[in-house]
């Protein structure tokens, strides 16, 4: 499911490798671990801005020219809450979470899109300057080519994407065994995803152990959303 296959045509979709590299690697390799309990003991995190110390639940900053995300003490949180605060450098990764109860993606604009697995998220990269599009490998976030005309359309049918935060938000999609979830969350939740799936991947299919991890996961999500419109309206409660 979450392996690199051709597209429609037979050309590659994917870059067939892991976007960002290491610059969100150790991000994804901590919310793996967290999930996992893989610490003996609790171990103590500090703001990677200011080195206070922080609780387990706490705010995220994107680190623009690095693309890394750091953990945030709730003083640098409020600090840079405005966008322009953090100039071009850093951003506050939104704590808004919507499920999306009827966004129009259809089999035929899901196949339409490229993505050679059921699973994927969106959102807009302000350095390249588009939209683009990763999902959960074995290997970790890989990119996948996406074509113009087709996020057009989805995002026609759809004025909620118009919504999403350059760089720190984006469209969840979740379509395996049987599933058609859409989210619209910060990019640290996607990532925390990756880190999941990486960590638990064991073998061809990945093993039941992943598949329990990525369903707790969304058990999670939607604990958590508010449920929102496709119009971008406003999210209910």
Known sequence: MF???PSQTGTPQTTGTPANGSRLRGFAQRAASRAAGAAAAP??????????PIAPEHRHMLDLSARRILCACRACSVLFDRSESGGRHYRLLPDR??????????DELWMALGIPVEMAFFFFDS????????YPSPAGATESLLPLDAWEELAARNPVLARMEPDTEA??????????EHWLVPVDVCYALVGIIRTHWKGLSGGEEVWAEIERF????R????????????ARA
């Open 127 to 134: 350095a390249a300057a588009r939209i683009v599009a990763l």
């Open 97 to 106: 979470c919507w499920r999306l109860e009827d966004v129009a993606l259809g």
């Open 3 to 5: 392996q690199t296959g």
């Open 223 to 234: 604990e958590r959303a508010e449920a929102g419109r496709s119009d971008g309206v406003e």
């Open 171 to 180: 469209l969840l999609v979740n379509r395996t065994r049987g599933a058609r």
């Open 218 to 221: 969304f058990d999670g999500l």
């Open 43 to 52: 171990v103590e995190e500090k703001c990677e801005l200011c080195s206070a």
